[in-house]
């Protein structure tokens, strides 16, 4: 590459959340439950084994410029796919995305697509060691819900149907597989 077009690029690194490495203080996605979340009671839910979260942050940096959570969910088999309601489960496992978001200066840049990209390897290999048959979230509804919906739909999540939870979405692990591998 030319010498004038290069452009310096710094290697991001996801890292599971460790209260003393990342710097959450600076944190803003635009949506201030998850500032509020990320910065007053991730600690306390990791400890209490809540969630696990994964920051992302530059090589040798601390500030976190994006994180999501995982934690564990049942949802009801009526739900989703006839496969689910076929099993005779009442109730089937799935791996619940509870937060994802990008610094407000990084968006648009890819950052949350590799996130979620990561958090859907991460829950592939859990899916090895545990029963889960989906990846499931809850779109945030603002101003900014289309937007929000079309970036997971992008991503291959589609509604669950649950009428307590509309902004409920879903990936069968299935899919996930088929996507990644
Ligand atoms: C949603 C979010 C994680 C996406 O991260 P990102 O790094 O901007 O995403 P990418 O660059 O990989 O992909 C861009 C897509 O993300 C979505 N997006 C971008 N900015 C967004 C915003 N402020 N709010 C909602 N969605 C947004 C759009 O679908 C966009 O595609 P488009 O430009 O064609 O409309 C990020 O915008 C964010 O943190 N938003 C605030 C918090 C949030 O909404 N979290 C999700 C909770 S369900």
């Known amino acids: 590459m030319p010498a ?3 452009t310096e690029v710094t290697a991001l690194i996801i890292a599971k959340f460790d209260k003393a490495l990342h710097d959450r203080s600076a944190f803003s ?50 739900f989703g796919p ?10 089937i496992p799935v791996i619940y995305i509870r937060a994802v978001a990008v610094r407000k200066d990084m968006q648009g840049n890819g950052l949350g697509t590799a996130l979620v990209i990561d958090a859907m390897k991460r829950c592939l290999d859990i899916s090895d060691q545990m029963g889960a048959a989906a990846i499931v ?3 945030l509804e603002d101003a900014y819900f289309d937007r929000r919906w ?3 739909a ?13 902004h409920r979405v879903y990936i069968p ?6 996507t990644l591998i």
């Open 4 to 6: 004038e077009t290069a």
């Open 29 to 78: 996605c635009g949506f201030g439950p998850i500032d509020t979340f990320l910065k007053s009671s991730l600690s306390d839910h990791t400890r209490d084994g809540l969630v696990a979260a994964w920051m992302a942050v530059e090589e040798n940096e601390r500030a976190v410029l994006g994180f999501y959570t995982l934690g564990a969910l049942a949802v009801r088999a009526e």
């Open 82 to 91: 006839k496969k689910w309601q076929r099993t005779r489960i009442p109730d």
């Open 137 to 139: 979230l809850d779109v």
């Open 150 to 152: 079309n970036f997971y």
């Open 154 to 166: 992008n991503l291959g999540f589609q509604p669950l149907g649950d009428p307590d939870n509309p």
């Open 173 to 178: 692990m299935a899919d996930v597989r088929a």
